[in-house]
T-cell receptor
Framework: NAGVTQTPKFRVLKTGQSMTLLCAQD?????MYWYRQDPGMGLRLIHY???????AKGEVPDGYNVSRLKKQNFLLGLESAAPSQTSVYFC??????????????????FGPGTRLTVL | AQSVTQLDSQVPVFEEAPVELRCNYS??????LFWYVQYPNQGLQLLLK??????LVESINGFEAEFNKSQTSFHLRKPSVHISDTAEYFC????????????????FGKGTKLSVIP
């Protein structure tokens, strides 16, 4: 199994350009996530999806859109890139199943990241 | 809502010395706790997790963490570090929820960079 893969690995954009980041997972996970990682900020959730055809906003959704047309893919779009979106983007996926006592928990598996620079 | 505080942004330590990476959390509900590791230029990997049961959890490469509910802490320790442990370590928390409600989001700390000095 490849796990979680991300395309592309690196990208340089000019301000105002658009692009789409692709995340794919082959673990049949229901949930998928997009994070951005900035120095000293840790990981911050941009958007997430709990199933095919559903998406929801995370902590920092402004300037991004997402789509989950197929269960295994989660796309992150930047319609008009800004320098503030220079970051490393990580995709993750997870399942949630009952632990003891019927509790659900969340173990996320991460992709290798996409380094995006917006000039 | 939950939050995570990693008290040290950088921790230098000599090879074969012990290390402790500190993590405190706040939450209005019971939580699951995780430590992730990120090696240079790689994605995050789960190092260990606390879900329930024994408050001391261990990883396969010698790290351990102890859940302390009264102090709301989940510190990561290793008695003797190796050069290969050089990485950034992230503490994360997820709210516990019964099946049917679920808790989808992890809240991460800002990370601690562990540098092992030869």
């Amino acid at each position: 199994n490849a796990g979680v893969t991300q395309t592309p690995k690196f990208r340089v954009l000019k301000t105002g350009q658009s692009m789409t980041l692709l995340c794919a997972q082959d673990m049949n996970h229901e949930y998928m996530y997009w994070y951005r990682q900035d120095p000293g900020m840790g990981l911050r959730l941009i958007h997430y999806s709990v199933g095919e055809g559903t998406t929801a906003k995370g902590e920092v959704p402004d300037g991004y859109n997402v789509s989950r047309l197929k269960k295994q893919n989660f796309l992150l779009g930047l319609e008009s890139a800004a320098p503030s979106q220079t970051s490393v983007y990580f995709c993750a996926s997870s399942y949630a199943h009952g632990a003891s006592g019927g509790l659900s928990y969340n173990e996320q598996f991460f992709g290798p990241g996409t380094r995006l620079t917006v000039l | 809502a939950q939050s995570v505080t990693q008290l040290d942004s950088q921790v230098p330590v000599f090879e074969e010395a012990p290390v402790e990476l500190r993590c405190n959390y706040s939450s209005s509900v019971s939580v699951y706790l995780f430590w992730y590791v990120q090696y240079p230029n790689q994605g995050l990997q789960l190092l260990l997790k606390y879900l329930s049961g024994s408050t001391l959890v261990e990883s396969i490469n010698g790290f351990e963490a102890e859940f302390n509910k009264s102090q709301t802490s989940f510190h990561l320790r290793k008695p003797s570090v190796h050069i290969s442990d050089t990485a950034e370590y992230f503490c994360a928390v997820s709210g516990r929820a019964y099946s049917g409600a679920g808790s989808y989001q992890l809240t991460f700390g800002k990370g601690t960079k562990l540098s092992v000095i030869p």
